[in-house]
């Protein structure tokens, strides 16, 4: 089963396992940089209060936090119905910086 990064690769046709940083992210699904991260610290703040949900293979917060970016912006995800209210679209001359 694909990862949510794997899948925001693919559809953004990027190499499976590349990395993105939240600006990038911001640009590529027209959310506000804002909202993504708010929903990042939402991640840090997970890794640091609940240890035990996180997953063996998870070497940090940031990756953690990242991971629940990746989540947020698949609508599939049990993550967007949580963290959608986050997520605003940028306006039309937003999109142009």
């Known amino acids: 089963m694909p ?10 046709k990027f190499k499976l ?3 993105h ?4 992210i911001s ?3 027209g959310y ?5 991260k708010t929903i990042y610290n939402k ?8 240890p ?3 997953r063996p293979n998870v070497k940090s917060k940031e990756q953690w936090a990242m991971a629940r970016v990746y989540a947020s912006i698949d609508p599939s995800s049990k993550a967007y119905k ?7 679209k940028k306006r039309k001359k937003d999109k142009l910086k």
Do not use: C, M, R, W
């Open 52 to 54: 035990q949900s996180v």
């Open 17 to 19: 396992n590349t990395p």
């Open 32 to 36: 506000e940089l804002k909202g993504l």
């Open 43 to 50: 991640g840090i703040g997970a890794y640091k209060t609940n």
């Open 3 to 12: 990862t949510y990064k794997e899948k925001f690769n693919k559809k953004y």
């Open 82 to 88: 949580i963290d959608k209210i986050h997520l605003k």
């Open 21 to 24: 940083d939240l600006k990038e």
């Open 27 to 29: 640009k590529l699904t």
